[in-house]
């Protein structure tokens, strides 16, 4: 009896000699473009949310007495809103908590409904078509700008700094595309900007030599291009065998990435470039500079644009959690309205739409090839 009891004793007992806590697993969901054109994108917001879920579990937190062990499960939505929702409904059916991720709109705002229909809180840390925080849903929120800000911030730049008179706009008809498209068209036009043709083409596309050759006979100042970098570095390549290297282009955070310069062999075009990323950049971030030194360390060579913004979206689930003192989303989904973080990308505050309260925007050009913030 005497070796029983004492086992018994060491089985409650932990390491320190304080009671041991049971252990609960609560499973967080990403979703990104992991294969596909977009590849790059979703690889890192993953490595943003295997670093997140690995410095949760270092905490060690305990809610309702329980100590959370936080596990992850993700998903490839390939950037196509048909395996976007069914990348959320097999989230839903699994279980998870809440899930951080879908960067396409095109694939976040059809998802939202399913997360909605599940009761689940949904955290996007790149959609940035205005659509999605404006269905009324009470579970999705938006870790960055949205494309009212980006789009108008280009257009008047471009009008106030860059005395363009004309500009050409390629739309890639995404969700994306179409929105930051139409918001630079409406703000550009009031700022004096005479739009003098409109083109269309997908986000798979790669041979833009046919829609270049027809906005070279308008002469115009810019082009802007509302589409991703895998579109972008090869249409300015093209741009320069057309002879096209003085004309500029804009574009959103689609665009607005570190991979760029690579993507379009850091063709002359390049140093014409103005786009806009929704947040600051990295040395402007709270937590930006020390962060990439940790993500750099762990994934060399990977980061792209929006996982700062995806690490501090599973940091909002987990305050909320302790804050409500529950795992359960019915109980700290509401409290994510309430956020007040000090997180790596901003300090994270929602309105009552689920949009960032002061949401910053950056404006960048390429120097030598790099991504650099204007002035």
Request: glycine share 12%.
């Amino acid at each position: 009896m005497k070796t029983i009891h004492l086992a018994l004793i060491a089985s409650l007992v932990g390491p320190s000699g304080a009671l041991a806590q049971s252990v609960q697993v609560v499973r967080l969901g990403h979703v990104g473009p992991t294969s596909g054109g977009m590849a790059h994108y979703g690889k890192d917001t993953r490595n943003a949310a295997v670093m997140a879920i690995d410095d949760l579990n270092a905490q060690g937190l305990v809610i309702a007495g329980k100590r959370i062990e936080f596990q992850l499960e993700t998903e490839d939505d390939a950037g196509d809103p048909r395996q976007g929702t069914l990348a959320a409904q097999k989230l839903c059916d699994s279980g998870v908590a809440a899930v951080i991720g879908h960067i396409n709109s095109g694939s976040a705002i059809p998802a939202s409904r399913i997360y909605r229909d599940c009761g689940i809180p949904f955290l996007s840390p790149g959609s940035t078509n205005p659509k999605l925080t404006q269905q009324g849903y009470k579970n999705t929120f938006r870790m960055l700008a949205s494309d009212k800000a980006l789009g108008a911030a280009v257009a008047t730049y471009a009008a106030r700094e860059l005395k363009v008179k004309t500009v050409a706009l390629v739309d890639d008809r995404t969700a994306y595309g179409q929105g930051v498209s139409e918001v630079f068209k409406a703000r550009a036009k009031a700022a004096g900007i005479e739009v003098v043709a409109e083109e269309f083409t997908n986000d798979k596309a790669t041979d833009f030599s046919a829609i270049l050759t027809k906005i070279k006979g308008k002469n115009v100042d810019a082009i802007f291009f509302a589409g991703g970098d895998g579109q972008a570095g090869p249409m300015l390549r093209q741009m320069h065998q057309l002879g096209m290297s003085d004309t500029r282009m804009l574009g959103g955070d689609g665009i607005c990435t570190s991979h760029l310069g690579e993507l379009a062999g850091n063709a002359p075009p390049l140093s014409r470039v103005v786009c806009a990323e929704g947040g600051a950049s990295l040395a402007r971030m709270p937590g930006g500079n020390e962060w990439k030194k940790r993500y750099d360390a762990r994934f060399p060579n990977e980061y792209v644009l929006f996982s700062p913004y995806t690490y501090d979206g599973f940091m909002v689930v987990a305050d909320a959690m302790k804050r409500a003192n529950s795992v359960e989303p019915g109980q700290f989904g509401p409290r994510i309205f309430a956020a007040d973080l000090k997180g790596v990308s901003t300090h994270v505050r929602f309105d009552e739409a689920g949009d960032l309260q002061a949401p910053a925007i950056t404006l960048n050009s390429y120097r030598n090839g790099v991504k650099t913030p204007l002035e």
